[in-house]
Protein backbone atom coordinates (compact mmCIF):
# COMPACT_ATOMS: atom_id res chain seq x y z
CA UNK A 1 0.00 0.00 0.00
CA UNK A 2 2.86 2.55 0.01
CA UNK A 3 2.49 3.93 3.32
CA UNK A 4 2.99 2.04 6.91
CA UNK A 5 0.05 0.39 8.58
CA UNK A 6 -1.55 2.99 11.16
CA UNK A 7 -3.40 1.03 14.11
CA UNK A 8 -7.09 1.48 14.47
CA UNK A 9 -8.38 2.13 18.26
CA UNK A 10 -12.01 4.03 18.62
CA UNK A 11 -11.82 6.12 22.11
CA UNK A 12 -14.29 6.15 24.80
CA UNK A 13 -17.16 8.22 24.10
CA UNK A 14 -18.82 10.33 26.95
CA UNK A 15 -21.67 7.44 27.16
CA UNK A 16 -18.95 4.48 27.62
CA UNK A 17 -17.35 6.49 30.57
CA UNK A 18 -20.78 7.27 32.04
CA UNK A 19 -21.04 3.00 31.56
CA UNK A 20 -17.73 2.63 33.45
CA UNK A 21 -18.73 4.97 36.13
CA UNK A 22 -22.06 3.13 36.91
CA UNK A 23 -19.81 -0.02 37.29
CA UNK A 24 -17.93 1.67 40.28
CA UNK A 25 -21.45 3.01 41.66
CA UNK A 26 -23.94 -0.26 40.57
CA UNK A 27 -21.82 -2.83 38.90
CA UNK A 28 -25.34 -4.61 38.34
CA UNK A 29 -26.49 -1.55 35.71
CA UNK A 30 -23.35 -1.34 34.18
CA UNK A 31 -23.46 -4.86 33.03
CA UNK A 32 -27.08 -4.42 31.58
CA UNK A 33 -25.61 -0.80 30.06
CA UNK A 34 -22.72 -2.35 28.49
CA UNK A 35 -24.67 -5.39 26.74
CA UNK A 36 -27.41 -3.00 25.35
CA UNK A 37 -24.49 -0.74 24.04
CA UNK A 38 -22.79 -3.57 22.16
CA UNK A 39 -26.15 -4.98 20.70
CA UNK A 40 -27.12 -1.49 19.61
CA UNK A 41 -23.70 -0.67 17.86
CA UNK A 42 -22.29 -4.49 16.89
CA UNK A 43 -23.57 -4.21 13.25
CA UNK A 44 -20.50 -1.56 12.69
CA UNK A 45 -16.95 -2.74 12.08
CA UNK A 46 -15.63 0.45 13.50
CA UNK A 47 -17.36 -0.32 17.70
CA UNK A 48 -16.42 -4.16 17.38
CA UNK A 49 -13.25 -3.66 18.74
CA UNK A 50 -14.50 -0.44 21.26
CA UNK A 51 -17.47 -2.91 22.38
CA UNK A 52 -15.45 -5.64 23.61
CA UNK A 53 -13.10 -3.59 25.60
CA UNK A 54 -15.87 -1.99 27.35
CA UNK A 55 -17.12 -5.02 28.63
CA UNK A 56 -14.09 -6.31 29.32
CA UNK A 57 -13.67 -3.17 31.54
CA UNK A 58 -17.13 -3.28 33.11
CA UNK A 59 -16.18 -6.69 34.33
CA UNK A 60 -12.42 -5.60 35.50
CA UNK A 61 -14.42 -3.06 37.60
CA UNK A 62 -17.09 -5.23 39.35
CA UNK A 63 -14.09 -7.49 40.19
CA UNK A 64 -12.46 -4.55 41.85
CA UNK A 65 -15.51 -3.52 43.38
CA UNK A 66 -16.43 -6.99 44.51
CA UNK A 67 -12.64 -7.59 46.07
CA UNK A 68 -12.89 -4.01 47.54
CA UNK A 69 -16.32 -5.11 49.52
CA UNK A 70 -14.96 -8.45 50.70
CA UNK A 71 -11.68 -6.74 51.57
CA UNK A 72 -13.68 -4.51 54.05
CA UNK A 73 -16.09 -7.55 55.25
CA UNK A 74 -13.64 -9.62 56.11
CA UNK A 75 -11.91 -7.17 58.23
CA UNK A 76 -15.18 -6.15 60.53
CA UNK A 77 -15.82 -9.77 60.83
CA UNK A 78 -11.90 -11.03 60.88
CA UNK A 79 -12.54 -14.11 58.75
CA UNK A 80 -9.53 -13.33 55.89
CA UNK A 81 -9.29 -17.32 55.57
CA UNK A 82 -11.78 -18.22 52.98
CA UNK A 83 -10.75 -14.50 51.03
CA UNK A 84 -8.25 -16.34 49.38
CA UNK A 85 -10.50 -18.80 47.70
CA UNK A 86 -13.30 -16.56 46.98
CA UNK A 87 -10.48 -14.39 45.62
CA UNK A 88 -9.17 -17.09 43.27
CA UNK A 89 -12.92 -18.09 42.28
CA UNK A 90 -13.72 -14.40 41.37
CA UNK A 91 -10.78 -14.07 39.36
CA UNK A 92 -11.35 -17.20 36.82
CA UNK A 93 -15.01 -16.04 36.83
CA UNK A 94 -14.59 -12.29 35.92
CA UNK A 95 -10.86 -12.06 35.03
CA UNK A 96 -10.54 -14.90 32.63
CA UNK A 97 -13.12 -13.43 30.76
CA UNK A 98 -11.62 -9.49 30.74
CA UNK A 99 -8.63 -11.46 29.12
CA UNK A 100 -10.51 -12.64 26.05
CA UNK A 101 -12.79 -9.68 25.68
CA UNK A 102 -9.19 -7.66 25.82
CA UNK A 103 -7.84 -9.96 22.90
CA UNK A 104 -10.73 -10.03 20.59
CA UNK A 105 -11.21 -6.04 21.16
CA UNK A 106 -7.61 -5.61 19.95
CA UNK A 107 -7.98 -8.04 16.87
CA UNK A 108 -11.36 -6.63 16.03
CA UNK A 109 -9.56 -3.15 15.91
CA UNK A 110 -6.89 -4.62 14.18
CA UNK A 111 -9.40 -5.89 11.28
CA UNK A 112 -10.88 -2.45 11.11
CA UNK A 113 -7.54 -0.69 10.60
CA UNK A 114 -6.90 -3.61 7.98
CA UNK A 115 -9.93 -2.80 6.10
CA UNK A 116 -9.68 1.20 6.44
CA UNK A 117 -6.59 0.59 4.15
CA UNK A 118 -8.26 -1.75 1.77
CA UNK A 119 -11.31 1.42 1.62
CA UNK A 120 -8.62 3.85 0.69
CA UNK A 121 -6.53 2.15 -1.58
CA UNK A 122 -10.12 1.39 -3.25
CA UNK A 123 -11.56 4.96 -3.02
CA UNK A 124 -8.20 7.09 -3.33
CA UNK A 125 -6.03 5.49 -5.44
CA UNK A 126 -8.37 3.02 -7.83
CA UNK A 127 -11.16 6.03 -8.38
CA UNK A 128 -14.20 3.20 -6.97
CA UNK A 129 -16.43 4.76 -5.90
CA UNK A 130 -20.14 2.83 -6.63
CA UNK A 131 -20.93 0.87 -3.73
CA UNK A 132 -21.13 -2.30 -5.36
CA UNK A 133 -17.57 -2.34 -7.27
CA UNK A 134 -16.88 -1.20 -3.55
CA UNK A 135 -18.18 -3.96 -1.92
CA UNK A 136 -16.44 -6.78 -3.99
CA UNK A 137 -13.20 -4.66 -3.54
CA UNK A 138 -13.14 -5.06 0.38
CA UNK A 139 -15.48 -8.42 0.59
CA UNK A 140 -18.23 -6.57 2.51
CA UNK A 141 -21.81 -6.52 1.76
CA UNK A 142 -23.48 -3.38 0.40
CA UNK A 143 -25.06 -2.10 3.85
CA UNK A 144 -21.81 -2.46 5.60
CA UNK A 145 -19.86 -0.78 3.45
CA UNK A 146 -22.35 2.14 3.19
CA UNK A 147 -21.89 1.75 7.22
CA UNK A 148 -18.30 1.55 7.40
CA UNK A 149 -18.01 4.81 4.82
CA UNK A 150 -20.19 6.72 7.19
CA UNK A 151 -17.95 6.21 9.78
CA UNK A 152 -14.64 6.71 7.81
CA UNK A 153 -16.30 10.14 7.01
CA UNK A 154 -17.52 10.81 10.43
CA UNK A 155 -13.98 10.12 12.38
CA UNK A 156 -12.01 11.36 9.32
CA UNK A 157 -10.38 8.43 8.20
CA UNK A 158 -11.16 8.90 4.46
CA UNK A 159 -11.31 12.32 3.22
CA UNK A 160 -14.72 14.80 3.50
CA UNK A 161 -17.00 13.34 1.28
CA UNK A 162 -20.65 11.46 1.39
CA UNK A 163 -22.89 8.61 -0.04
CA UNK A 164 -25.59 9.56 -2.78
CA UNK A 165 -28.01 7.12 -4.26
CA UNK A 166 -25.17 4.27 -3.62
CA UNK A 167 -22.13 6.71 -4.99
CA UNK A 168 -19.52 8.02 -3.34
CA UNK A 169 -19.23 11.87 -3.11
CA UNK A 170 -15.33 13.09 -1.99
CA UNK A 171 -14.96 16.58 -3.32
CA UNK A 172 -11.40 17.45 -3.33
CA UNK A 173 -10.88 13.12 -5.19
CA UNK A 174 -13.28 14.64 -7.95
CA UNK A 175 -11.90 17.43 -8.70
CA UNK A 176 -8.82 15.95 -9.37
CA UNK A 177 -10.60 13.52 -11.54
CA UNK A 178 -12.00 16.63 -13.53
CA UNK A 179 -8.73 18.22 -14.13
CA UNK A 180 -7.18 14.68 -14.98
CA UNK A 181 -10.18 14.26 -17.79
CA UNK A 182 -9.11 18.16 -18.59
CA UNK A 183 -5.55 17.06 -19.04
CA UNK A 184 -6.65 13.42 -21.08
CA UNK A 185 -8.78 16.26 -23.43
CA UNK A 186 -6.05 18.12 -24.29
CA UNK A 187 -3.44 15.26 -24.54
CA UNK A 188 -6.23 13.78 -27.30
CA UNK A 189 -6.63 17.54 -28.92
CA UNK A 190 -2.46 17.27 -29.23
CA UNK A 191 -2.62 13.45 -30.63
CA UNK A 192 -5.21 14.95 -33.49
CA UNK A 193 -3.06 18.17 -34.82
CA UNK A 194 -0.16 15.75 -34.72
CA UNK A 195 -2.19 13.38 -36.93
CA UNK A 196 -3.22 15.98 -39.11
CA UNK A 197 0.25 17.89 -39.61
CA UNK A 198 1.57 13.58 -40.74
CA UNK A 199 -1.50 13.48 -42.75
CA UNK A 200 -0.53 16.91 -44.48
CA UNK A 201 3.00 15.89 -44.96
CA UNK A 202 2.08 12.43 -46.56
CA UNK A 203 -0.14 14.25 -49.17
CA UNK A 204 2.62 16.95 -49.67
CA UNK A 205 4.56 14.23 -51.17
CA UNK A 206 2.43 11.97 -52.85
CA UNK A 207 1.96 15.68 -54.64
CA UNK A 208 5.27 16.10 -54.90
CA UNK A 209 6.10 12.47 -56.58
CA UNK A 210 2.55 12.44 -58.81
CA UNK A 211 4.58 16.12 -60.73
CA UNK A 212 7.63 14.25 -60.70
CA UNK A 213 5.90 11.62 -62.64
CA UNK A 214 4.02 14.17 -64.96
CA UNK A 215 7.39 15.54 -65.73
CA UNK A 216 9.68 14.73 -68.91
CA UNK A 217 11.58 11.31 -68.68
CA UNK A 218 14.60 10.12 -70.90
CA UNK A 219 13.46 7.87 -73.16
CA UNK A 220 16.10 5.42 -75.05
CA UNK A 221 15.49 4.73 -78.85
CA UNK A 222 14.94 1.07 -80.19
CA UNK A 223 16.04 2.25 -83.64
CA UNK A 224 19.68 3.71 -83.29
CA UNK A 225 20.11 3.91 -79.12
CA UNK A 226 20.00 7.78 -78.66
CA UNK A 227 18.21 9.30 -75.70
CA UNK A 228 15.36 11.91 -75.89
CA UNK A 229 13.56 13.71 -73.86
CA UNK A 230 9.76 12.93 -73.96
CA UNK A 231 6.83 14.08 -72.15
CA UNK A 232 3.94 11.92 -70.32
CA UNK A 233 1.82 10.99 -72.58
CA UNK A 234 3.20 12.39 -75.27
CA UNK A 235 4.42 10.42 -78.74
CA UNK A 236 7.70 11.58 -80.87
CA UNK A 237 9.96 10.83 -83.39
CA UNK A 238 13.61 10.16 -82.86
CA UNK A 239 15.55 13.25 -83.67
CA UNK A 240 18.19 11.00 -85.47
CA UNK A 241 16.81 7.54 -86.75
CA UNK A 242 12.76 8.82 -87.33
CA UNK A 243 11.60 5.87 -84.87
CA UNK A 244 8.68 7.10 -83.26
CA UNK A 245 9.28 6.82 -79.00
CA UNK A 246 6.75 6.56 -76.21
CA UNK A 247 7.02 7.52 -72.90
CA UNK A 248 8.28 4.92 -70.89
CA UNK A 249 10.40 5.93 -67.26
CA UNK A 250 13.78 4.65 -67.44
CA UNK A 251 16.85 4.97 -64.60
Not at 164 to 183: A, C, H, M, Q
Not at 243 to 248: A, D, E, K, N, Q
Request: glycine content about 8%; aromatic content about 8%; hydrophobic content about 45%.
Amino acid sequence: MGAPFKPYKLKFSTTDALILGAAVLFFPLAMVLAAIRMMASHRRNSCKGRNYRLLGWVLLITFMVLEFLMIIGSTDTGETGSLMEVTIFLGIVFLVPVVILFVIGNRRDQSFGMLIEVYTDTIVRRRLFHVPYIAQAVRQGPEQVIRDLNDLFRLHLLPYGRIENGVVKIPSLRSREDFSETSGAQSLDEQLNSVLNQAAVIMKAEKTETQEEDGPYWVECSGCGAKSSVARGEHKECDYCGTLLRHSRIG
